[in-house]
């Protein structure tokens, strides 16, 4: 395991590999940059930052490894272009973006925000403006499956859209403003959790997805109604001090990008775990140095990356302690669970 080098000053929001490079790394934080790195054996190479006008809350790949778009706090959904380094912005929100993400089948960007909507963007077609879809509540997380995107909301309020339906209304929308679409999702649903939603991962076979809370809880679901007895929750992220428990947050989660079936959590307990989701089993845990903020693999699957930093979690003010982003070599036997083939 090393460290990256020249890391971010403030809070890691998010880190996430490239879909075809195993070595291209992107990592936002609040210290309103985005940082571009290429790995090497046990090496870090920083390529360049992206500086934004305020704090970086997401970051996703676009359409190829040279393109990515990002969400902050100063409401704009931007592109970067990883090759030159200009940055350009794709739209504007009301109020503080909280997740994007790209689909590339449809070559369709959706960005999440706290005005309570969404934008659904088609970056190959610049002159038309993206479509706004309302949401009940303020969405705290996105995931795309390869035909579902999950949006997890305050209120317990959970909307699955169908991505096809989704491209197919917006496309067609009017370029005029407030470029507004009227879609149902094609599932409601109470969140499995009691409490906030801080995580949701979907199943790379596009069979359901797991969800975090700030009460120290997973649960795993899937998306068909045949199948709604499969769906379980459990507890992790917990210690117990002089006979009281300590309950953490379980700011990450991500499943793996070969081993289908296993997924990692992270807490901020300062712990990573890898369960497989059919068997229902911890694999492995993992300690780190503070709060864990995200974790990804990398395309081979052979590397996980996983950013910390303390503060927060604890109601901390002032500056952040502990920032740092690890990167792990993992193993088949680290990973792989009795129900992967």
């Not at 809370?213 to 649960?219: D, K, L, P, Y």
């Not at 428990?245 to 959590?265: C, D, K, Q």
């Not at 903020?293 to 002032?318: H, K, P, R």
């Amino acid at each position: 395991m090393f460290e990256l080098s020249e890391r971010p000053a403030d809070a890691i929001s998010k880190v996430k590999f490239a879909p075809n490079s195993p070595t291209r790394l992107l990592v936002a934080s609040w210290d309103q940059n985005v940082y571009q790195y290429e790995l090497g054996d046990n090496t870090s190479k920083l390529v360049r930052k992206f500086k934004h006008r305020s704090a970086v809350l997401d970051v996703c790949f676009g359409e190829n490894d040279h393109e990515a778009f990002t969400a902050g706090l100063d409401w704009r959904v931007s592109r970067l272009d990883l090759a030159t380094g200009k940055m350009t912005t794709v739209s504007t929100h009301e109020a503080g973006v909280k997740s994007v993400v790209y689909c590339q089948q449809l070559s369709m960007l959706v960005s999440a925000a706290f005005d309570q909507t969404l934008h659904v963007h088609f970056p190959k077609n610049p002159v038309h403006e993206p479509a706004i879809v309302e949401l009940p509540s303020k969405p705290f997380a996105l995931c795309l499956s390869p035909t579902k995107l999950v949006v997890a909301m305050a209120s317990r309020d959970v909307n699955i859209y169908d991505l096809k339906a989704m491209a197919m209304l917006t496309s067609a929308a009017s370029n005029t403003q407030p470029n507004k679409v009227e879609m149902e999702p094609w599932q409601r649903r109470e969140s499995a959790m009691k409490f906030q939603v801080r995580a949701v991962a979907c199943m790379p076979d596009d069979a359901g997805f797991a969800s975090s809370s700030i009460e120290g809880r997973v649960a795993v679901e899937w998306f068909g109604e045949e199948e709604e007895h499969k769906k379980y929750a459990f507890k992790h992220h917990r210690q117990t001090v002089d006979e009281v428990e300590i309950v953490y947050p379980i700011n990450a989660l991500v499943f793996h990008t070969t081993h289908g079936t296993t997924f990692a959590s992270g807490g901020a307990d300062g712990t990573v775990a890898l369960w497989d989701s059919v068997v229902k089993k911890r694999l492995n845990k993992y300690d780190f140095t503070a709060s864990v903020a995200d974790i990804d693999f990398n395309s081979g699957g052979d590397l996980m990356a996983v950013g910390v930093c303390s503060g927060f979690d604890e109601g901390q003010e002032g500056e952040v302690e502990g920032i740092n982003v690890f990167i792990r070599k993992m193993s088949d036997e680290d990973i792989k669970g009795k129900s992967s083939k």
